[in-house]
């Protein structure tokens, strides 16, 4: 397997179409990461049932997120995608959160090329509300068989607040 932090860049940021690589499709309750030391994917823990992914869930490469892992994106496409599928995805907002008091923000994307939705989805706006809804609820309960009430999404930011926690993300990776 290819090691997705030296043979993919972040992408045209500034542009708003970015590299993203899926660890979990839509659905699944198993929490798959990306071990950037042996460049693998990992199966960290099986998780409950009841609390799968409401979307495919993945990482920008070369960023470092606050929490010290590469930066989260939540791929929001039709169908589930398989896990280390690597596509180019248009930023279409951020969801700011806080999980176990550490900023684990999430960049919102959707297929660069989306002929499914016609490329109609270009910001939340673009979401259904049920879906943001949906992806509110499980954000602040997947972990309260375990640890309740450690986990908060805090508010939504749009396209520019994405673009601005990329780049923090990116400098992050660089100076690391």
């Known amino acids: 397997m290819a090691d997705f932090n030296k043979i993919l860049t972040p992408g045209d940021i500034d ?3 970015i590299n993203v690589v899926n660890e979990i499709p839509t659905g699944s309750s198993n929490k ?3 071990n950037r030391d042996l460049a693998v994917f990992q199966l960290d823990r099986a998780e409950p049932t009841i609390f799968g992914k409401p979307t495919n869930y993945g990482f920008i490469p070369q960023t470092l997120d606050e ?3 590469e ?5 929001i496409t039709s169908e589930p995608l398989p896990t280390g599928i690597f596509l180019e995805a248009k ?3 951020v969801m ?6 550490e900023v684990d923000d999430k960049i919102v994307v959707v297929p660069a090329d ?20 949906q992806i509110e609820f499980h954000f602040n309960h997947y972990k309260d068989l375990k640890k309740p009430g450690t986990t908060k999404v805090e508010s939504w930011g749009d ?3 994405a673009k601005a926690v990329i780049h923090e993300s990116v400098e992050r990776w660089n100076n690391k």
Request: aromatic share 4%; hydrophobic share 35%.
């Open 15 to 17: 542009g708003g179409i």
């Open 32 to 34: 798959i990461e990306w």
């Open 67 to 69: 929490d010290g892992d």
């Open 71 to 75: 930066l989260d994106v939540l791929i």
């Open 91 to 93: 930023v279409i907002g």
């Open 96 to 101: 700011k959160f806080v999980d176990d008091g």
């Open 114 to 133: 989306d002929r499914n939705n016609g490329n109609t989805i270009n910001s939340l706006q673009d979401l259904s509300q049920k879906l943001i809804d």
């Open 159 to 161: 396209i520019e607040e």
